[in-house]
Every structure is written in structure tokens, then in C-alpha cells.
């Protein structure tokens, strides 16, 4: 794999894999012997990218690994399985209720990933379980949830306060958590949309995605692209892994899943995320999608994509932001969507609800009044984005 990054991240994607061969395991050997490391900053990087199981798994064995890094990882692991388990556990829980009382819905992202594409869960740390419902569906779904045991956060709180078409209008989702133990708790995001870059560029319905029962795998593909490519510009190497997984053993319609992504502007973001199937995974893919990788345009997409990836942390709010503008702007070959893209940037930051703090008193400007809030949260936007504009785009 030819790479321009620190020895670190090249470990981190050399122990991407289910079972080392021979082969790469002598690969792994002599670049350790020959590129020394920082391994605090190893296990830090592992930890951002959601790949301490595959590291653990790959490091034993290999040799001048010292004992207390591989129990370290060890640790860290066994945390992981355990939370992983009760999550799922409370999953198909949550599932079996909703599904009892006739309530349509999907997982999609960590929860649904774990439990149906990696070959063993823990291999795949789950973070907030998420669950898409018609809209039609959300108070009952919420109503549900607290007789569970499940609360709104303080945000979903102040929202249920107004009319309930003003809050399905102007939100697309509620947190809610469940204290388990100590300090612990299940968070569970509901969802009645999910957004791609914004809701006035395209969002997708629970009953769109049930019309295609027969493409559902392709559909949860259009959903991961839309969450880790375009919401999180593939900052993790976990989203290309995800990406792996979700199509490793698939019988993909390739045609109408490019036309379909074709259709929002997604496909650069999609070639992008199977470039690195195929660097890191070797995944094997049809001939005409694998001309489509060769072109230097994915490439050199694919290469500034990654670059994030030396970061030790999640990107700041505001550089993120302007992260997912640029790079959905470069992924565009038409003019027709780039102007979409900017139009719709513009206009979800305009027409948007907004909270205010008064003295201890939270206010809540729905989103239809958004243009009378556009110029103090356009100050407040200003001061965060003055340093993610003090550094170089890729």
C-alpha cells in the first residue's frame, strides 16, 4: 500500500484486516523494525478511528510489541465487547417493542452495522443507537420509549414544548437517553429523516426506503454514504471499514445504486469510500466500477479526503462544516448541483430554529423565523469559523 502518511496510520490501516497473512504479517514486521514509533500517539489515533480491536488483533505476535501495550489494548477492547453486547441487547429490545406495538422502523449506522455486516460485533464499537420511524409515528414511538425508561435530552425537551407540526418541521430528530447503571446510559437517536448535507438539499423518509425492499442493502449503503462521507467527509478510517463490510459477500445492484447516487451528487463520495475498500481491504468490484476508480480525479479526491486522518481528534465543529461544503463542492461534476450545493448551504443556515440564552431562560426561535436571527447567529458563526479559516483547505 503506497502511502504519504506517518508511520502510525500506516500500522492503523495495515491492521485492518480479519486474519493476517504471511505475507502481511512479514509487511508489518520490518516496517516496525524500520519506522520507529510513537505509540502513545498509536493507541490515541486507534482510538479516534474505532480500529482498537483490529490493531489488538493484528499486533499479537509480531515482534518488539511491548506486553503493556498489547494489554492496553486489551483493555480497551474487552470495553469495548461488553458495551457493545448490552447495546445490542437493548437494541433488539427497543426493536421488538416498536415492532409490537406497529411501528415501522430501521437501524441504521453502528447499531445496525455490528449487529448485521462485521462477523463479530465487537469488532465495531457502537456509539448512540439510531433508528429511523415515519413521521407520522414519533409521538407514539416517543410515548413508547418513556415507558421504557427512555428521557428527552434537554435540547429534545425544549423543542417538545411547541405545536407538533413546528417541531417535526423544524428538526428531524430526538435524542433520548436511558440510565442503565452508575453513570452509564443507552442514547437513542430517533429519527423521522435523515439528512444528506442539509434539508433543503435532500432528505430520506422511513417510507422511501421501505418502497425498495429489494435493495435494501443498497439503501443502507446510500444512508452510510450520506452520514460518513458527506456529514463526516470519511474522517475516520471505521467509515471505510463500515463501507467494507456493508458490501463484502453483497449481490449489489451496481447499476441502480450509481444511477441513484448519480441522482444526488453522491457518487464521487461513494468512489472515494471504495477507493479505500479496495487500498486497504482489497475488496473486489465489477470492471466498469473499477475503471471509474482508476481515474485521477478519484484519486486525488480519495488522497485529500484523507488527509484528516493525522488528526488526534474530531475535527471542530466549524472546520468540519466548512469540510463538508468544500468537499462536496470537488466532488461535483456538474454545475447544476454545485450551485444547488451552495444554495442549499446557504439557505439551511438562514431558515433554521435557533435557541438563545437569556439570563436562565432558553429561547426558542422556530425555523420559519430564522431570517430575524440571521444576523446574530451569523456573528456567533463568524467567531467559529475564524479558526478553521486561519488554515489551508485540502
Given at each position: 500500500?503506497?502511502?504519504?502518511?506517518?508511520?502510525?496510520?500506516?500500522?492503523?490501516?495495515?491492521?485492518?484486516?480479519?486474519?493476517?497473512?504471511?505475507?502481511?504479517?512479514?509487511?508489518?514486521?520490518?516496517?516496525?523494525?524500520?519506522?520507529?514509533?510513537?505509540?502513545?500517539?498509536?493507541?490515541?489515533?486507534?482510538?479516534?478511528?474505532?480500529?482498537?480491536?483490529?490493531?489488538?488483533?493484528?499486533?499479537?505476535?509480531?515482534?518488539?510489541?511491548?506486553?503493556?501495550?498489547?494489554?492496553?489494548?486489551?483493555?480497551?477492547?474487552?470495553?469495548?465487547?461488553?458495551?457493545?453486547?448490552?447495546?445490542?441487547?437493548?437494541?433488539?429490545?427497543?426493536?421488538?417493542?416498536?415492532?409490537?406495538?406497529?411501528?415501522?422502523?430501521?437501524?441504521?449506522?453502528?447499531?445496525?452495522?455490528?449487529?448485521?455486516?462485521?462477523?463479530?460485533?465487537?469488532?465495531?464499537?457502537?456509539?448512540?443507537?439510531?433508528?429511523?420511524?415515519?413521521?407520522?409515528?414519533?409521538?407514539?414511538?416517543?410515548?413508547?420509549?418513556?415507558?421504557?425508561?427512555?428521557?428527552?435530552?434537554?435540547?429534545?425537551?425544549?423543542?417538545?414544548?411547541?405545536?407538533?407540526?413546528?417541531?417535526?418541521?423544524?428538526?428531524?430528530?430526538?435524542?433520548?437517553?436511558?440510565?442503565?447503571?452508575?453513570?452509564?446510559?443507552?442514547?437513542?437517536?430517533?429519527?423521522?429523516?435523515?439528512?444528506?448535507?442539509?434539508?433543503?438539499?435532500?432528505?430520506?423518509?422511513?417510507?422511501?426506503?421501505?418502497?425498495?425492499?429489494?435493495?435494501?442493502?443498497?439503501?443502507?449503503?446510500?444512508?452510510?454514504?450520506?452520514?460518513?462521507?458527506?456529514?463526516?467527509?470519511?474522517?475516520?478510517?471505521?467509515?471505510?471499514?463500515?463501507?467494507?463490510?456493508?458490501?463484502?459477500?453483497?449481490?449489489?445492484?451496481?447499476?441502480?445504486?450509481?444511477?441513484?447516487?448519480?441522482?444526488?451528487?453522491?457518487?464521487?463520495?461513494?468512489?472515494?469510500?471504495?477507493?479505500?475498500?479496495?487500498?486497504?481491504?482489497?475488496?473486489?468490484?465489477?470492471?466498469?466500477?473499477?475503471?471509474?476508480?482508476?481515474?485521477?480525479?478519484?484519486?486525488?479526491?480519495?488522497?485529500?479526503?484523507?488527509?484528516?486522518?493525522?488528526?488526534?481528534?474530531?475535527l471542530p465543529e466549524s472546520k468540519l462544516t466548512l469540510g463538508q461544503l468544500t468537499f462536496f463542492l470537488k466532488a461535483q461534476t456538474q454545475l447544476s448541483k454545485k450551485l444547488k450545493i451552495v444554495f442549499t448551504f446557504w439557505s439551511s443556515r438562514v431558515f433554521i430554529p435557533s435557541r438563545f440564552r437569556i439570563g436562565k431562560?432558553?429561547?426558542?426561535?422556530?425555523?420559519?423565523?430564522?431570517?430575524?436571527?440571521?444576523f446574530i447567529r451569523g456573528i456567533r458563526s463568524l467567531l467559529r469559523f475564524i479558526p478553521a479559516l486561519q488554515k489551508p483547505l485540502h
Amino acid at each position: 500500500m503506497k502511502t504519504n502518511h506517518s508511520p502510525e496510520i500506516a500500522v492503523l490501516l495495515m491492521a485492518c484486516a480479519l486474519e493476517l497473512s504471511e505475507a502481511r504479517r512479514e509487511q508489518l514486521t520490518q516496517f516496525l523494525n524500520q519506522h520507529p514509533l510513537n505509540w502513545s500517539r498509536l493507541y490515541t489515533l486507534a482510538g479516534r478511528h474505532k480500529v482498537l480491536p483490529f490493531l489488538y488483533r493484528t499486533l499479537q505476535g509480531i515482534p518488539n510489541v511491548s506486553e503493556s501495550f498489547l494489554a492496553t489494548l486489551q483493555n480497551g477492547c474487552r470495553a469495548i465487547a461488553t458495551d457493545n453486547l448490552l447495546k445490542l441487547h437493548q437494541y433488539k429490545h427497543l426493536a421488538k417493542r416498536l415492532s409490537d406495538n406497529a411501528i415501522a422502523h430501521i437501524a441504521f449506522k453502528g447499531v445496525y452495522l455490528a449487529a448485521n455486516c462485521y462477523p463479530d460485533s465487537s469488532l465495531r464499537s457502537i456509539g448512540d443507537m439510531d433508528v429511523l420511524v415515519a413521521k407520522e409515528d414519533v409521538f407514539k414511538s416517543i410515548r413508547l420509549l418513556e415507558s421504557d425508561g427512555y428521557q428527552l435530552d434537554q435540547k429534545s425537551q425544549l423543542y417538545m414544548q411547541y405545536d407538533a407540526p413546528v417541531m417535526l418541521s423544524d428538526v428531524f430528530e430526538l435524542s433520548l437517553i436511558k440510565p442503565f447503571f452508575n453513570n452509564s446510559y443507552f442514547d437513542l437517536d430517533l429519527h423521522w429523516e435523515v439528512m444528506c448535507f442539509n434539508r433543503h438539499y435532500k432528505s430520506f423518509t422511513l417510507q422511501e426506503l421501505l418502497d425498495k425492499p429489494a435493495l435494501f442493502t443498497e439503501v443502507q449503503i446510500i444512508l452510510l454514504v450520506t452520514h460518513h462521507g458527506i456529514v463526516n467527509i470519511w474522517q475516520t478510517i471505521n467509515y471505510i471499514n463500515d463501507l467494507y463490510f456493508l458490501l463484502k459477500g453483497k449481490p449489489i445492484n451496481w447499476s441502480w445504486l450509481v444511477e441513484e447516487l448519480r441522482q444526488n451528487g453522491l457518487e464521487q463520495v461513494f468512489f472515494v469510500g471504495l477507493y479505500w475498500c479496495q487500498e486497504i481491504w482489497g475488496l473486489a468490484l465489477p470492471q466498469f466500477i473499477e475503471e471509474i476508480l482508476a481515474a485521477e480525479n478519484v484519486k486525488s479526491l480519495a488522497i485529500a479526503y484523507e488527509r484528516n486522518w493525522e488528526a488526534t481528534e474530531s475535527l471542530p465543529e466549524s472546520k468540519l462544516t466548512l469540510g463538508q461544503l468544500t468537499f462536496f463542492l470537488k466532488a461535483q461534476t456538474q454545475l447544476s448541483k454545485k450551485l444547488k450545493i451552495v444554495f442549499t448551504f446557504w439557505s439551511s443556515r438562514v431558515f433554521i430554529p435557533s435557541r438563545f440564552r437569556i439570563g436562565k431562560r432558553v429561547l426558542y426561535i422556530p425555523r420559519q423565523l430564522g431570517l430575524i436571527t440571521f444576523f446574530i447567529r451569523g456573528i456567533r458563526s463568524l467567531l467559529r469559523f475564524i479558526p478553521a479559516l486561519q488554515k489551508p483547505l485540502h
